[in-house]
């Protein structure tokens, strides 16, 4: 494995030559690092359009020892494994806990939480109410919650997943569609869930300026989110160029490198806050 694998070959000890023992002492490690709290939440800001911020997102960092590990070595190990619902209920709590925390601040107290969420999360019939009980413990305003899906979605029991949305709709939760047209788009969609936001992905971002027909996409999406009365948030941004683009193109919010990175969640919090909450 390359510089990508790197991280998560040294967990393996090189005598367990069999996949399977591969995969348990991963799994081991993963339920240690639960246990331990090594699941950290870092924070990257967004912006509006006039540079005013407006929230951040939620992105889950593995802290072992002084090893940090980025999703990609984690996620989808953990959505086979099942161990995404833990670990989803952790990042979930935390957040609200942090959105609790920012309650009546002068500067976090207006910000909104976006918080990934994973298909296997939303499969599950309990999801709505395991929400509506972080939220109860948390004190959490549910309206500053967003919840980030991607278009996987799209693949279940379209109407399971769409009755789950409206009912965390209606305790005033808001949703967004990640990495907006990567995956199974479909337009109907858009029409019939309960969405607040698109989130045009990084891939079309990355290419304006350099390939007319990113520019024309971001110009469609943007003008489709128009229609349906859709904020639209731009990850991504690294360059000046397109964040000009962008605001100028009519979006309501910009995340990436050029605005702010990601930040554990203390160091947000400091960074941001009036009244130096945390
Ligand atoms: P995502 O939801 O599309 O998150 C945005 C990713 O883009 C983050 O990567 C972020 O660090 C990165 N990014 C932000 N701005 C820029 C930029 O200007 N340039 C570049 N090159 N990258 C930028 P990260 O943190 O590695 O997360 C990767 C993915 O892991 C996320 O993609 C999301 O799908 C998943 N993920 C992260 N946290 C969670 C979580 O708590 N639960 C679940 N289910 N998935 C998560
Ligand atoms: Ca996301
Ligand atoms: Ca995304
Ligand atoms: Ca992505």
């Known amino acids: 494995a390359k510089a990508d694998g790197r991280g998560v070959a040294r967990f393996f000890d090189p005598s367990?030559?069999?996949?399977?023992?591969?995969r348990a002492a991963f799994e081991a490690a993963m339920r240690d690092g639960l246990s331990l709290g090594q699941f950290r939440l870092f924070c990257q800001p967004q912006f509006d359009c006039h540079g005013n911020l407006t929230g951040g997102e939620v992105l889950v960092r593995w802290q072992r020892g002084a090893e940090l590990l980025g999703p990609d070595h984690f996620i989808g190990f953990a959505e086979e494994s099942g161990l995404i619902l833990p670990l989803g209920e952790h990042v979930l709590?935390?957040?609200?806990?942090?959105l609790a925390r920012w309650d009546g601040d002068a500067m976090l107290g207006h910000l909104k939480l976006a918080v990934n969420v994973s298909v296997h999360q939303m499969r599950d019939p309990e999801f709505p109410e395991?929400?509506?009980?972080?939220?109860?413990?948390t004190g959490a305003p549910p309206g500053r919650l967003y919840l980030e899906l991607t278009e996987s979605v799209f693949?279940?029991?379209?109407?399971e997943i769409t009755r789950r949305m409206f009912e965390l709709r209606a305790r005033g939760i808001c949703f967004a569609l990640d990495d907006f047209g990567t995956g199974y788009s479909s337009l109907a969609y858009l029409q019939r869930f309960p969405l607040s936001a698109l989130k045009i992905d990084r891939s079309f971002v990355r290419n304006l300026g350099i390939d007319p027909g990113s520019a024309s996409i971001v110009e469609a999406i943007i003008a489709l989110a128009r229609k349906f009365e859709?904020?639209?948030?731009?990850?991504?941004?690294e360059l000046e160029a397109q964040r000009s683009f962008l605001t100028h193109g009519g979006c309501s919010s910009l995340q990436g490198f050029l605005l702010g990175r990601p930040v554990p969640m203390?160091?947000?919090e400091h960074a941001y806050s009036a009244a130096g909450v945390g």
């Open 93 to 98: 709590k935390e957040s609200c806990r942090a």
């Open 266 to 268: 203390a160091e947000f």
């Open 230 to 237: 859709l904020e639209i948030v731009a990850e991504g941004v």
């Open 155 to 159: 693949a279940e029991d379209m109407q």
């Open 16 to 22: 367990m030559q069999d996949a399977a023992d591969r």
């Open 130 to 137: 395991r929400v509506a009980r972080i939220l109860d413990v």
